[in-house]
């Protein structure tokens, strides 16, 4: 079992209080060792063991692999026609989903799959390392299962999500029934999550309720898109019913944000949606103000928010959701890794996953500092190199 | 002399009003010749004819290459503290500059060539095949010479900046003095344009006269950074001294935006500044419905826009600006050209220039459809592939 040492690392990136000063817990000058998947060691690189293999980072910040709590990747067709039109002044609307579920339901499993594959590959080469995906764009109990188990081939994160929207196939009550029912049983051996969207033209609270308890008792985590459109229940009824994370968060009143800083939910914050929406953003000063845990994801999605790219997402926290170059960052690593209940990825410390990224910048704070620029210079995951 | 054809290209823009419909003078299932680094046809694929050398676009659209008419790209040092400081609360002011001199003073020609030529390749990545370079971080009749020099290295399209601000070690009556006369006299063989700073914390009105009047009598064309930080008269100068660009336009009066439909002169929109300074954004929709020509540019520079991606201004310019996903990609090309006063890039015809972006999408809208994704496959320059 060989041991790499990665050295030559500006500034690396722990996410470990016990390593560094500051949120980051950040080390000057550092290195990395990797032995079988996972860091073996962290510190100042003129105090590194000898290993078998030496590699250098050429000077640049290493961070934790971006953690992506939140991705609709598995759909076929697209929806370029509805975001111009979007961009001329029609306001986003739940609705438009119907749109990729007919071209989803419509696609053959290789086309799903190979279009699924190509995404997954642009988030790795935006640093990506560790992606949630959910269903959501079959709507019936045979594509809900096969999106899934599509999923399923790229990442044991997967979420079912059939109650995205009622399609406009079936009445109300029906698909609720089905969803809890037949579509659940189809889905769950292939899903950890189920989450609901519980928003203006999906799902209220009761339903909303109803969809995640029968979830939860299956064995499924519980995630929920909420106050995305508008105030409402969401925030709340995630908290109560223990759930990993809020999506969204982008209308909060006061108790929403009470009710977050005193339960166990992230609030999960995709700023590429509100970008892609023209919608307003939501507030992390606000959050992190009162103590929520953030997390950062990219949503990606045809309809609200078709990118790939996490450092986009930090970009755009930092310019318009009020959050320091550090806080974004954290977000998109540490916050994504709690938004799963996951304590192996987002922080590089001893025993943890050696999932990283090598930026081609002295230090992580470029990502918000260069928008749009491709600095991710290198990929590892599991200890080997992706990229 | 080879020709070569690049077809399989799902949509190709033109900007060629006589080759297809819209503004983009789009031409669907497309293919192009290029004959010794010129376009020597465009067509529907099925009509294309016979050619020395077969390529193919991969079912992507194929555009211009981008024309980034501003950038700042000789300097040392970087600004990241300040940018974070910023981001925490802090305006921008043009002072900011004197950081960057004393940087790019202190470093040797090497070291300021290769930083320009890492900056190059990256504008390359983005899709960029025409660069406009300034100086204006020497600010001594020595460094902004020897800045130009490295500049020239890299295009034709240099800019003398040495009126950026007034350095801390002159009185300003010396310092323009000293812009007009030894400065200008010792970058002029490496200029094609001169520019100057009109705005709060720079130069007035009548200095700015003074300096565009000396460089135009030296045979330079004008180009005029304007209305940024606050309005001001910097816009109105540029179209009375018949400038081929005001470049900012972010703070603009009725009076302003008249003279700009009545003038020759083009308003360069560069929204990374406001992005990275979190400004408000021009207004581009106001512009282009007056009958204003309008460019796009990246405006790189270490202080308030570190970005080389066009694509990143593009979504930009739609989110935020008031563009059509259509008019932001004719601002990235055949407004940079107009804004450079070249009829030879920035459109796709028989004896224009073979540079062009070929795209890892269908069409040219998923640049602002999908934002921070890396969607540019291939970039031409003069009839050969770069990447």
Known sequence: ???????????????????????????????????????????????????????SAGGGAVLPGFVDSH??????????????????????????????????????????????????????ASGVTTIEIKSGYGLSVLDEARCLAIARQFTDETTFLGAHVVPPE?????????????????????????????????????????????GQAKGLGLRLHANQLEPGPGVQLAVELGAASADHCTHLTAADVDALAHGSTVAT??????????????????????????????????????TTSMPFCIALAVRELGMTPAE?????????????RRDDVGVLRPGGRADLVVLAAPDAGYLAYRPGVALVAGVWKDGRPMR
Chains 1, 2 share one sequence.
């Open 1 to 55: 079992m060989s041991s790499v040492l990665l050295t030559d690392i500006a500034t690396l990136v722990t996410n470990d209080p016990a390593a560094g000063p500051g949120l980051l817990g950040e080390i000057p000058a550092a290195a990395l060792v990797m032995v079988a998947g996972k860091v073996a060691w962290v510190g100042a690189a003129r105090e590194a063991p000898a290993c078998d293999v030496r590699m």
């Open 170 to 214: 079936h009445e109300r009550g029906a698909y609720l029934d089905l969803v809890t029912g037949p579509m659940l049983a189809a889905a769950a051996p292939h899903a950890r999550w189920i989450d609901v969207f519980c928003d203006r033209g999906a799902f209220d609270a009761d339903e909303a309720r109803t969809v995640a308890r029968a």
């Open 71 to 124: 991705t609709h990747l598995v759909f076929a067709g697209d929806r370029l026609a509805e975001f111009t039109a979007r961009m001329g002044g029609r306001p986003y609307q739940a609705g438009g989903i119907a749109t990729t579920v007919a071209a989803t339901r419509a696609a053959p499993d290789e086309v799903l799959t190979a279009r699924t594959a190509a995404l997954v590959d642009e988030l790795h």
């Open 328 to 340: 974004a960052v954290h977000a998109a690593t540490a916050g994504g890794a709690r938004a799963l």
């Open 269 to 306: 914050l995709l700023p590429g949606a509100e970008f892609s929406t023209r919608a307003p953003y939501p507030d992390a000063r606000r959050l992190l103000d009162a103590g929520v845990t953030v997390a950062l994801a990219t949503d990606c999605n045809p309809g609200s928010s078709y």
